[in-house]
């Protein structure tokens, strides 16, 4: 006999052995000991939550010859013919293969025959939703007056799709999640009965792997034995999954809420040694930060080893929920830029550098800016500078270290005395300020290129190559023409807007805070006008 996949060997044969359903088993139990048993029944619910077994059940046990409290007896000649497929009383259709009005009308002119054995011929039509609008059509009429001898069930993952004319002549039954607790129950049951030994962490793993669905619980189970080993562990469930090692995405993590760059650099090249794919990487970080900033609020989390909730919980204490919430964001930000880039690793180890930052570095530069502006006005610098101490303080002081908001400002006074009051020759000092600041993808795309005042208010960056169509993105993003037109303010002593100069093709891309409000009414699909 041929080898047979656990989901299919562990399939539940009665309604007691289903798993997390009982609202739907008690109630079917019911109507088939009272003898009302509906002519059309409609089985909803997610992938792998008992659809499709109910449905076997439920035919088997209507034509039970031996029923006991509504179950199927399993022993009865048709209790076997219906569980090794030789009933032919009993039709299973898939409908995803079978969804044409030839199929259907095959079945309305089966249905006018007697069952050849069975009390009742049962009709079974999975993913039902499927069936071409033609196909409902011809369904309709047998489905409203079948023959006393003939049942429907359909089961979906998607009743929406459905005509309203089906959804009100079947009776609904909605298949809920499995929860984590009723999954591991079961696959205890499996693993005893398959001399499958598992730690209690792996099957807490399989749980939250399964995402509610039974089949899928089964499968994952299936693959952590096919090397002939019977013993599964938390590891071997994440190699064969392709989880990458929580140390690596713990260490990244940490890196970035310490503000750390020489560990992340260290654990990105242990992730590109180990060969694993970044963009999976970067994806499992983020599942990692919003799992800390759940346990931050609730207290409570899955997946995780009692060590792993205790480095989870040292973590959370350093850093708050607003910056959890923000770093998920600039984390997604980051992943979508890696899917247009051909510079994966590139990509993303200058994001880890920039998230390496304070994440308040607006802030200082904020300060930094009402500074300057002081020091242009009156020229006495040294008197205002108790001043901008106190304001960096009072901003930065819950998330920042003193110690590096000094740094930072000692570092940013010494380069704006650096900063030559000629601005062609200050410009290459500024453009390297910004590979110092860790804005490594501003830095590449303004390399090689001339700054030169244009007029009192305007400077001008002249590119001698041209613009390319990514450059003019990354340069046209609104927190990079802030960034360089800050830098450029610091150095001239006063504020100056900029425009991009492509000597090529002698275009001039000036930046207009209106495209800005544009592009977000086109994004929101709000009517935009602009009003003189």
Not at 256 to 264: P, T
Not at 328 to 335: G, M, N, T
Not at 336 to 343: E, G, H, L, R
């Amino acid at each position: 006999m041929g080898y047979t996949a656990l989901y299919r060997k562990f399939r539940p044969t009665s309604f007691s052995e289903l798993v997390g359903q009982e609202h739907i088993t008690r109630t079917l139990k019911n109507q088939i000991i009272a003898n009302r048993v509906g002519h059309a029944y409609l089985f909803n619910g997610g992938r792998g939550t008992g659809k499709t077994s109910s449905a076997k059940i439920l035919a088997r046990a209507i034509n039970c010859l031996n029923p006991k409290d509504g179950e199927p007896c399993n022993e009865c000649e048709i209790c076997k013919g219906a569980l090794n497929g030789s009933l032919t009383d009993i039709v299973e259709m898939d409908a995803a293969s079978n969804n044409s009005v030839e199929d259907i009308r095959s079945i309305r002119e089966e249905v006018n025959f007697l069952p050849t054995k069975a009390k009742y011929r049962v009709y079974i039509i999975d993913e039902v939703h499927m069936l071409s609008s033609g196909a409902f059509n011809a369904l309709l009429k047998t489905l409203e007056e079948p023959p006393e001898h003939v049942k429907f069930i359909l089961a979906t993952t998607e009743p929406q799709k459905l005509p309203a004319t089906i959804l009100s002549r079947c009776q609904r039954f909605d298949f809920k999640r499995i929860s984590n607790e009723d999954i591991i129950k079961r696959l205890k049951i499996v693993c005893d009965e398959s001399d499958i030994e598992i730690t209690e962490g792996a099957l807490n793993i399989i749980a939250v792997l399964a995402e509610g669905a039974m089949r899928d619980a089964l499968s994952i189970l299936e693959r952590c034995i096919q090397d002939g080993e019977n013993k599964i562990d938390e590891d071997k469930i994440r190699d064969l999954v392709g989880i990458p090692k929580i140390t690596f995405v713990h260490g990244i993590t940490e890196a970035i809420i310490e503000y750390n760059i020489d560990k992340a650099l260290n654990n990105i090249d242990n992730i590109l040694n180990e060969g694993k794919d970044l963009n999976n990487f970067l994806w499992e970080i983020i599942k990692y930060v919003k799992d800390i900033l759940i346990y931050k609020a609730s207290g409570k989390i899955d997946l995780y080893s009692d060590d792993e909730i205790n480095n989870i919980k040292i973590l959370s204490e350093k850093v708050t929920k607003d910056d959890l919430v923000k770093l998920i964001y600039e984390l997604s930000s980051l992943e979508n830029d890696m899917k247009w880039s051909t510079q994966k690793n590139i990509m993303f180890q200058a994001g880890v550098i920039k998230l390496c930052s304070p994440r308040n570095i607006d802030a200082i530069e904020q300060v930094q800016r009402y500074d300057q502006n002081m020091i242009a006005q009156s020229g006495q610098r040294q008197s205002q500078q108790p001043q901008f101490q106190n304001i960096v303080g009072s901003k930065i002081k819950e998330k920042v270290p003193m110690q590096k908001v000094q740094n930072n400002i000692t570092k940013n006074s010494d380069n704006i005395n650096n900063y030559s009051s000629d601005l062609s020759k200050s410009w290459p000092k500024i453009v390297n300020d910004l590979r110092q600041n860790g804005k490594i993808v501003l830095y590449t795309n303004l390399m090689n290129t001339k700054a030169e005042q244009i007029n009192d208010t305007t400077v001008g960056i002249k590119f001698p190559k041209g613009i390319t169509a990514f450059g003019k993105t990354v340069l046209e993003k609104q927190e990079n023409v802030k960034e360089i037109s800050n830098l450029i303010s610091m150095a001239c002593g006063k504020n100056f807007q900029i425009k991009y100069i492509s000597d090529n093709t002698n275009q001039v891309i000036q930046h207009n805070p209106e495209d800005d409000i544009k592009k977000l009414a086109r994004e929101s699909d709000i009517p935009f006008n602009i009003v003189e």
